[in-house]
């Protein structure tokens, strides 16, 4: 859009219905847009707009709301304008402060979720990195009966990883301990996806045939390493801010979101095709491959840690408060990072 009349009230129009939620007259435009022109020239200039997708008409006799693209505009204007967030240390500790309970990743992106929700009045969520980009830091094996084991893998950054296993063969808890302190020894400070690959390497060298530690160390980290990659955690807060009178949602619609909240890995899956590089994303309405997340839009931000790098943000109605959805995702990724990073 060249001329910066129709930008200037374009921007306008979002901002008050985002804050209104009611059609924008262009009498109430003349003195919002501030660019000193008559009510006749304002229609006129909404009148191209509407032309070119960027505003709609709901009523003959109403004003104008902003589509989908209208809102792309507005969103690409506060990403021009984007500024480092000072609210990022403020955000940083209040993820010091309140974590409690559990693994230091699992606290700090539980309360990560719920920090963007309470800010942005909209669903929050956080995704960890997933298990094959994390560094292996430590195993230990637990004897649960003759032949099952819990495997308790600690990935750097307290990353926490349980699950238990069948090594079909009696196995006591120092035979066990010996196996996790060879594969510590070897595989410290190893991605999990280059681990589980230099354990079938060694697997397949001659010597492991002959000697009987080695050989059920390793078996047991075939086990440990595999499908640890399938699923990614995932922290959600805030589906009740889906509910409210004005968020102009569809049951259909409220339905929709539900329940791929509830199955959260359709969510992650959906997040992981969003998601190709690190910095903001934005995804607004009509930009949903999903045809029923088309009332919706999406604010998420890259963070790192040892592990790799995982997303912060929110999901809400397509007339959200971009400016504070930007604000407090971008301020809670960098505060993640930070205190991830910092763990140590």
Not at 17 to 29: C, N, Q, R, T
């Given at each position: 859009m060249d001329n910066e009349r129709a930008r200037r009230i374009l921007?306008?129009?979002?901002?008050?219905?985002?804050?209104?939620?009611?059609?924008?007259?262009?009498?109430?435009?003349?003195?919002?847009?501030?660019?000193?022109?008559?009510?006749?020239?304002?229609?006129?200039?909404?009148?191209?707009?509407?032309?070119?997708?960027?505003?709609?008409q709901p009523h003959t006799s109403a004003g104008r709301i902003p589509t989908d693209r209208g809102y792309r505009f507005y969103v690409d204007?506060?990403?021009?304008?984007?500024?480092?967030?000072?609210?990022?240390?403020?955000?940083?500790?209040?993820?010091?402060?309140?974590?409690?309970?559990?693994?230091?990743?699992?606290?700090?992106?539980?309360?990560?979720?719920?920090?963007?929700?309470?800010?942005?009045?909209?669903?929050?969520?956080?995704?960890?990195?997933?298990?094959?980009?994390?560094?292996?830091?430590?195993?230990?094996?637990v004897p649960l009966t003759s032949t099952r084991v819990l495997v308790v893998l600690v990935a750097r950054g307290g990353h926490v990883i349980q699950k238990v296993i069948d090594v079909q063969?009696?196995?006591?808890?120092?035979?066990?301990?010996?196996?996790?302190?060879?594969?510590?020894?070897?595989?410290?400070?190893?991605?999990?996806?280059?681990?589980?690959?230099?354990?079938?390497?060694?697997?397949?060298?001659?010597?492991s045939l002959y000697d009987e530690l080695l050989a059920r160390a390793l078996r047991l980290a075939t086990s440990t390493f595999s499908d640890l990659a399938e699923e990614q955690g995932?922290?959600?807060?805030?589906?009740?801010?889906?509910?409210?009178?004005?968020?102009?949602?569809t049951l259909d619609t409220l339905h929709a979101l539900l329940q791929m909240i509830e199955e959260k890995q359709r969510l992650v899956r959906l997040l992981n095709e969003y998601i190709d590089g690190?910095?903001?994303?934005?995804?607004?309405?009509?930009?949903?491959?999903?045809?029923?997340?088309?009332?919706f839009s999406l604010v998420a931000s890259t963070y790192e840690d040892a592990a790799g790098t995982g997303t912060v943000g929110v999901i809400g109605p397509t007339r959200m408060r971009y400016s504070r959805a930007i604000t407090v995702v971008d301020a809670a990724a960098q505060a993640v990072t930070r205190v991830l990073r910092n763990q140590n």
């Open positions: 921007a306008a129009l979002v901002r008050e219905y985002i804050a209104s939620g009611e059609p924008v007259p262009s009498s109430l435009l003349v003195s919002l847009a501030g660019i000193g022109v008559s009510s006749a020239t304002v229609r006129s200039i909404l009148a191209r707009l509407e032309d070119e997708g960027f505003v709609q204007l506060l990403l021009e304008a984007r500024r480092p967030p000072r609210a990022a240390q403020v955000v940083e500790a209040q993820l010091r402060r309140d974590g409690s309970g559990g693994s230091l990743v699992d606290s700090v992106l539980s309360q990560a979720s719920h920090v963007v929700s309470q800010a942005s009045r909209h669903v929050g969520f956080a995704l960890r990195p997933t298990h094959a980009a994390a560094v292996f830091d430590r195993v230990e094996f063969e009696p196995l006591g808890a120092v035979e066990l301990r010996h196996a996790a302190n060879y594969l510590n020894e070897e595989f410290h400070g190893l991605p999990l996806h280059r681990a589980r690959e230099a354990v079938l390497e060694r697997m397949n060298e001659e010597r995932l922290y959600v807060d805030g589906a009740a801010s889906l509910l409210g009178k004005d968020q102009g949602l690190p910095g903001l994303t934005v995804v607004i309405g009509a930009e949903h491959p999903d045809p029923s997340l088309r009332s």
